[in-house]
Nanobody, 128 residues
Framework: QVQLVESGGGLVQAGGSLRLSCAAS????????MGWFRQAPGKEREFVAA????????YYTDSVKGRFTISRDNAKNTVYLQMNSLKPEDTADYYC?????????????????????WGQGTQVTVSS
């Protein structure tokens, strides 16, 4: 069982920045593909960003490209989401997720069906 705990959410003005962190339990974190998703009130959960086990591959949804950066520190079992130039439409609960199926490819995944474990979420509110 893998436990994921997000932190770093909060209230920020438009144009501001936040860094989300997701700490994972377990000794196999370095083999997990990690992703960030978000869910705004009344909307479906959507993919935000993903990173391969090695960190060599990343992928972003179009609306955050150039503003958000996903990274990981395998020594700390932690994945990060640096969010810059925040917009009110970024307001949502943000969830990190882990694909713990192993493998050595640098694939990343954008579908929530490809993730096995989820954190409890952290709220991000961007005021205009």
């Amino acid at each position: 069982q893998v436990q994921l705990v997000e932190s770093g959410g909060g209230l920020v003005q438009a144009g501001g920045s936040l860094r989300l962190s997701c700490a994972a339990s377990g000794r196999m974190f370095s083999r997990y593909v990690m992703g960030w998703f978000r869910q705004a009130p009344g909307k479906e959960r959507e993919f935000v960003a993903a990173i391969s086990w090695s960190g060599l591959s990343t992928y972003y949804t179009d609306s955050v490209k150039g503003r958000f950066t996903i990274s990981r520190d395998n020594a700390k079992n932690t994945v990060y989401l640096q969010m810059n130039s925040l917009k009110p439409e970024d307001t949502a609960d943000y969830y990190c997720a882990a694909n713990a199926r192993g493998g050595l490819s640098n694939d990343v995944y954008t579908s929530h069906y490809d993730y096995d474990y989820w954190g409890q979420g952290t709220q991000v509110t961007v005021s205009s």
